[in-house]
């Protein structure tokens, strides 16, 4: 089993960057895909972004392309994401999450494990 932990949010001011942290405090992330989803107040959870295995493959949400970047340490059991230049909208909590499945998804029901979460706030 995998637990994962996130950490490095915070309360931003628009156009500012953060960069998020998401640890294996136990277990590893070996042959998992790792994802990054997002959920406001009264939304849904929402996917952000996906990174492969060796991580060779990513994919983005069309709302955060270009602005932010997933990255991994297999080493570290880390994953992180790097978030330029952001917006209001950006406001949320942010989960990371592991699946088991070999190819990236950005569906939820994929993916086994996830964080507690860790607030994002961005203020204009």
């Known amino acids: 089993q995998v637990q994962l932990v996130e950490s490095g949010g915070g309360l931003v001011q628009v156009g500012a960057s953060l960069r998020l942290s998401c640890a294996a405090s136990?277990?590893?992330?070996?042959?998992?895909?790792m994802g990054w989803f997002r959920q406001a107040p009264g939304k849904e959870r929402e996917f952000v972004t996906t990174i492969s295995w060796s991580g060779e493959s990513t994919y983005y949400a069309d709302s955060v392309k270009g602005r932010f970047t997933i990255s991994r340490d297999n080493a570290k059991n880390t994953v992180y994401l790097q978030m330029n230049n952001l917006k209001p909208e950006d406001t949320a909590v942010y989960y990371c999450?592991?699946?088991?499945?070999?190819?990236?998804?950005?569906?939820?029901?994929?993916?086994?494990?996830w964080g507690q979460g860790t607030q994002v706030t961005v203020s204009s």
């Open positions: 136990r277990g590893t992330f070996s042959g998992y895909v």
């Open positions: 999450a592991a699946s088991p499945i070999v190819r990236l998804t950005t569906t939820p029901r994929d993916y086994t494990y």
